[in-house]
């Protein structure tokens, strides 16, 4: 049912990508005099004077040895936002093609299909932030290219029921983008190793929010070896640079650090909501798959001010619709927790 060639940009499908100097010549040498590099060094304690792997092939190995999926499979972004707007370049051709979202969600689909000019067809989850599968079956146009679904979401926390995402993929003849940034939190298990079954799924993770890498800019997308071709042809050639492959790669070397992280974040969620939970202002807490939760409020505005001016930030997602009255708190740590309860003490 699913065919590459069916969506992909007709200007994608025939463009020739850029070639540079480390993809024409691959060996060892001992002297590299074909990329304009400064031959002296970096004015730095490390040398960063030599372009990075454009394909990332030492993070791929890594990657794959963790996840189980061979490195053709995985394609690296500049985040994994860098990832989505690669797919929508890839796939989508501006003015003409359509993508659907499931609002509440993830902000960066809607803002990246208006920066391609993609028109984005909302189809809002149900009041249990469960996909609404006959709303989406109607959306869909032969101009639809892909469906983006957010597990766990965000900002509500919650899992997609894996029987409703499977039943798109099984139906849709488009990509379904299932984005796990949140996986590491989840009770669910990953998409990941449904990649050979599925032709046209597009599963994206991402180091920046267990991994504690959001300032280096990793993010993962695993396809089919088809669909990570276009991808690695539409990036730019060296998108990933040389600090943030040296210390992900470091950083992969050091999981065990990162489960002991999510443990510790499970047992905060759990506290935290059973804390909030006395509050009289506190409406409701969503069920979370997540490194936050979703607080319905009696003033959610309010609550934020006064949080700010205790120098504690957290987000207002009262105006996101089905989200009316709710924040959004990420766990922190122990002591940051602690604050939070603290400053809502005293609150009025
Ligand atoms: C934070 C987040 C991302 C972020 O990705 P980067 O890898 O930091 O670009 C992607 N998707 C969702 C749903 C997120 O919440």
């Known amino acids: 049912m699913f065919d590459i060639n069916k969506i992909l940009r007709p200007n994608i499908k025939k463009l020739v990508p850029y070639s540079s100097a480390r993809d024409e010549f691959k060996g060892e040498a001992s002297v590299y005099l074909d990329a304009n590099e400064n031959a002296f060094g970096s004015p730095l304690d490390t040398a960063y004077n030599r372009y990075p792997d454009p394909l990332q092939y030492k993070v791929k190995k890594r990657l794959s040895e963790i996840k189980g999926v061979p490195p053709r499979n995985i394609f690296l972004g500049n985040g994994s936002d860098e990832a989505i707007d690669v797919l929508f370049r890839s796939f989508c051709n501006p003015g003409v093609d359509n993508v659907i979202l499931v609002p509440p969600t993830y902000g960066m689909y809607e803002v990246s299909a208006n920066i391609n000019d993609i028109e984005t067809r909302k189809v809002l989850l149900t009041e249990d932030y469960q996909l609404n599968l006959e709303g989406i079956a109607e959306a869909i146009d032969e ?9 766990p979401n965000n900002p509500t926390g919650n899992s997609i029921n894996r029987e409703d995402v499977e039943t798109l993929l099984a139906n849709f003849s488009g990509l379904v983008v299932v984005d796990e940034a949140y996986i590491n939190f989840s009770r669910q298990k990953t998409f990941i190793q449904e990649l050979t ?25 695993f396809a089919s070896e088809e669909i990570i071709e276009v991808m690695n042809k539409v990036k730019p050639p060296y998108n990933i640079n040389e600090a943030s492959q040296q210390l992900a790669l470091e950083a992969l070397n050091n999981i065990d650090t990162v489960n002991s992280w999510i443990k510790e974040t499970l047992t905060q969620r759990d506290k935290l909501v059973l804390q909030l939970k006395n509050f009289d202002f506190v409406l409701d807490i969503y069920p979370s798959d997540a490194n936050f939760i979703l607080v319905k409020t009696t003033g959610a505005r309010d609550i934020y001010n006064y949080l700010v001016q205790q120098g504690i930030i957290v987000r207002d997602r009262s105006k996101v619709e089905l989200c009316e009255g709710c924040l959004r708190i990420t766990i922190g740590t122990p002591a940051e927790n602690e604050t939070l309860i603290n400053a809502l003490q005293n609150y009025k």
């Open 197 to 221: 079954e599925y032709a046209n799924l597009v599963v994206l993770q991402t180091l920046s929010k267990a991994w504690g890498l959001a300032g280096l800019r990793v993010g993962m997308a």
């Open 143 to 151: 101009h639809t290219k892909m469906i983006f679904i957010c597990s």
